[in-house]
């Protein structure tokens, strides 16, 4: 039987990993990692949302800018086959002189038994712009107004406190306005979804309320007929 060495570096006490070489030489001669050389996005300015397969995402982390790229580079790298587990992280950006942002991408692994990494430069063209929900927002844009109004004729405070304990996650989203007046209070909703949704998980926890659902500024945009829909309620 041959006498099992590597072909570089001639050491005989430790493994090969292709039959040829110890994972050191094989680490520094013919590892694959393969990272896109080039990745675009686009990210909402005001609130970090990542623009991912024809979405809006929005981030899980405080620096959504490395989560973005993580996101947009990670699915993209190949790693040699032999390795079987490894990191990939963003490890910092720098700015190359025509002023175009760069980030070097931190690949760690293990091959059996012996650790590396490996750093790959990868230019970023991200835009910053804004997203539909901060463009709404923005703009004020609503199809549905929900009318706070009490019985009482006055606002009251604890029963709007308790009606805006409800606007949570996704109608938070949604909620692109909010205007305060002496009998009431008008919820701004970019979808007219949200804004039902949100009055039906609250009326599943109050009972009395008085509830009307009218149309009003009806005109037609592309053939289709428009109006905003109004919900009144009463407490
Ligand atoms: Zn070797
Ligand atoms: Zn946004």
């Given at each position: 039987m041959a006498s099992k060495f590597c072909v570089l570096c001639g050491k005989t006490d430790v493994p090969l990993v292709d039959g040829r070489l110890c994972a050191e030489c094989y680490v520094k001669h013919r590892l694959v990692v393969e990272t896109p050389s080039e990745v675009k996005g686009k990210m909402c300015k005001l609130c970090g949302s990542m623009w991912i397969s024809g979405k809006w995402i929005k981030p899980e982390t405080e620096d959504?800018?490395?989560?973005?790229?993580?996101?947009?580079?990670?699915?993209?790298?190949?790693?040699?086959?032999?390795?079987?587990?490894?990191?990939?992280?963003?490890?910092?950006?720098?700015?190359?002189?025509?002023?175009?942002?760069?980030?070097?991408?931190?690949?760690?692994?293990?091959?059996?038994?012996?650790?590396f990494e490996v750093r790959k430069d990868v230019l970023l063209d991200i835009s910053k712009t804004l997203c539909n929900?901060?463009?709404?927002?923005?703009?004020g844009y609503?199809?549905?107004?929900?009318?706070?109004?009490?019985?009482?004729?006055?606002?009251?405070?604890?029963?709007r406190a308790f009606f805006e304990s409800f606007i949570t996650g996704q109608y938070t989203g949604a909620l692109t306005n909010v205007i305060e007046g002496k009998e009431g209070v008008d919820y701004y909703f970019a979808s007219k979804s949200a804004a039902k949704n949100l009055i039906a998980s609250f009326l599943a926890h109050y009972s009395g309320a008085e509830v009307k659902e009218t149309f009003e500024s009806e005109k037609v945009k592309d053939g289709k007929r428009m109006a905003k829909l109004v919900i009144s309620v009463r407490l």
């Open positions: 959504p800018l490395r989560e973005y790229i993580w996101k947009l580079v990670a699915p993209r790298t190949t790693v040699d086959r032999l390795v079987k587990t490894y990191e990939i992280s963003v490890e910092r950006l720098w700015r190359d002189a025509g002023n175009r942002t760069h980030a070097v991408i931190l690949l760690t692994g293990d091959l059996e038994g012996h650790r929900e901060c463009m709404n927002k923005k703009t609503y199809e549905a107004k929900v009318q706070l109004r009490f019985k009482e004729k006055r606002l009251d405070e604890d029963k």
